[in-house]
């Protein structure tokens, strides 16, 4: 039986922490907690910022009420190396050969300054020719020494650290078409994460460096207010074009319209690959998926039905309080960390 785990969402901007139980496939929150990430969090070679950063967590493990010291963490795409690609089927032993030549080819640094992973995704047969999808990962090591430095200080095991797309893949997978291709895009605060699925797996994935912290201080700048007010506007009035004489909705575009082209070059790449595949629908996740007007604004741009993802009522997970519903989507990384070890 695996262990139980409690989910670790270390962002820029926010911590959450979360731990969910599964009884007779009836998932309930047993507890949760936010708080603002420390100044400079994770990011920083401080061993004085890291324990600022364990105390903050620590004191969040306390307010929640979680025991249990096993934690599954994740990683923004921006800090490690995806890449999701076509092999012949092959055993255990032999893909673990044959993946050592394919890593050099695909991650930008030197083997022995990353820790590198794989995970196979599925398997085909298209006229007899047996293939397989392998995701493979590769984190640097510096980076991981940090994650591993403050879990040390708290006194945490971290069983699992995985990237923020896999996480949110997990915790939407009820909404993800089985069949028919579909797109998740998970804008968080710094980056913004693109996983093309298939047949419920994911196929490809692409790292944009843009999300809403990009968009508030964009904001910021157009209407000279400081960034935590900006942040308070464009929850408030999103791409309304009426609010701030349309100030705010033109300081959001230049971000969404990245994020959009990187979406769109990332189907043309799928459609190239997939024989022309039509993408079912494009599920967005992240904090930024609550902006006023942004599920129009993506849908008149990419003419895809667009569908707002969260992992409170895809699961239909119990004792969720309503303003968390209604932040749903900001919860969608540490949920999937949370069921990681409790659903099939």
């Given at each position: 039986?695996?262990?139980?785990?409690?989910?670790?969402?270390?962002?820029?901007?926010?911590?959450?922490?979360?731990?969910?139980?599964?009884?007779?496939g009836v998932l309930t929150l047993?507890?949760?907690?936010?708080?603002?990430?420390?100044?400079?969090?994770?990011?920083?070679?401080?061993?004085?910022?890291?324990?600022?950063?364990?105390?903050?967590?620590?004191?969040?493990?306390?307010?929640?009420?979680?025991?249990?010291?096993?934690?599954?963490?994740?990683?923004?795409?921006?800090?490690?190396?995806?890449?999701?690609?076509?092999?012949?089927?092959?055993?255990?032993?032999?893909?673990?050969?044959?993946?050592?030549?394919?890593?050099?080819?695909?991650?930008?640094?030197?083997?022995?300054?990353?820790?590198?992973?794989?995970?196979?995704?599925?398997?085909?047969?298209?006229?007899?020719?047996?293939?397989?999808?392998?995701?493979?990962?590769?984190?640097?090591?510096?980076?991981?020494?940090?994650?591993?430095?403050?879990?040390?200080?708290?006194?945490?095991?971290?069983?699992?650290?995985?990237?923020?797309?896999?996480?949110?893949?997990?915790?939407?997978?009820?909404?993800?078409?089985?069949?028919?291709?579909?797109?998740?895009?998970?804008?968080?605060?710094?980056?913004?994460?693109?996983?093309?699925?298939?047949?419920?797996?994911?196929?490809?994935?692409?790292?944009?460096?843009?999300?809403?912290?990009?968009?508030?201080?964009?904001?910021?700048?157009?209407?000279?207010?400081?960034?935590?007010?900006?942040?308070?506007?464009?929850?408030?009035?999103g791409l309304n074009k009426d609010?701030?004489?349309?100030?705010?909705?033109?300081?959001?575009?230049?971000?969404?319209?990245?994020?959009?082209?990187?979406?769109?070059?990332?189907?043309?790449?799928?459609?190239?690959?997939?024989?022309?595949?039509?993408?079912?629908?494009?599920?967005?996740?992240?904090?930024?998926?609550?902006?006023?007007?942004?599920?129009?604004?993506?849908?008149?741009?990419?003419?895809?039905?667009?569908?707002?993802?969260?992992?409170?009522?895809?699961?239909?997970?119990?004792?969720?309080?309503?303003?968390?519903?209604?932040?749903g989507p900001s919860y969608n990384?540490?949920?999937?960390?949370?069921?990681?070890?409790?659903?099939?």
């Open positions: 039986m695996k262990p139980k785990l409690f989910g670790l969402d270390i962002g820029t901007t926010s911590i959450k922490v979360a731990s969910i139980k599964n009884v007779a047993e507890s949760i907690a936010v708080a603002p990430s420390s100044a400079r969090g994770i990011v920083s070679e401080s061993l004085i910022d890291l324990q600022t950063l364990a105390d903050v967590i620590k004191q969040m493990l306390t307010s929640a009420n979680i025991k249990t010291n096993r934690v599954a963490l994740s990683i923004p795409e921006s800090q490690v190396y995806t890449r999701v690609i076509e092999m012949p089927e092959l055993s255990d032993q032999e893909l673990t050969a044959a993946l050592k030549f394919e890593m050099e080819q695909y991650i930008p640094l030197p083997l022995d300054k990353v820790k590198t992973d794989w995970q196979v995704l599925g398997r085909s047969d298209n006229e007899g020719q047996k293939t397989m999808d392998v995701m493979l990962v590769a984190a640097p090591l510096q980076t991981l020494q940090k994650y591993e430095k403050v879990m040390e200080m708290i006194g945490l095991t971290a069983e699992v650290i995985e990237t923020e797309i896999i996480s949110v893949h997990r915790s939407l997978f009820p909404l993800i078409d089985k069949v028919e291709p579909n797109i998740l895009v998970h804008i968080g605060a710094t980056t913004t994460g693109i996983a093309i699925v298939k047949s419920g797996t994911i196929k490809m994935v692409v790292s944009v460096a843009a999300g809403g912290l990009a968009i508030s201080r964009a904001i910021a700048v157009d209407l000279g207010i400081d960034v935590a007010q900006a942040d308070s506007y464009k929850k408030a009035y609010a701030f004489e349309g100030k705010i909705g033109r300081a959001l575009s230049p971000i969404l319209e990245s994020i959009i082209g990187d979406i769109r070059k990332a189907t043309l790449l799928f459609k190239e690959k997939n024989n022309s595949e039509s993408i079912k629908q494009i599920i967005l996740s992240g904090g930024t998926a609550l902006l006023p007007g942004i599920d129009a604004y993506f849908t008149n741009a990419l003419g895809t039905q667009l569908v707002l993802g969260s992992a409170f009522s895809a699961n239909n997970i119990g004792n969720v309080p309503n303003e968390l519903q209604i932040e990384v540490v949920v999937g960390l949370a069921v990681r070890n409790i659903t099939s």
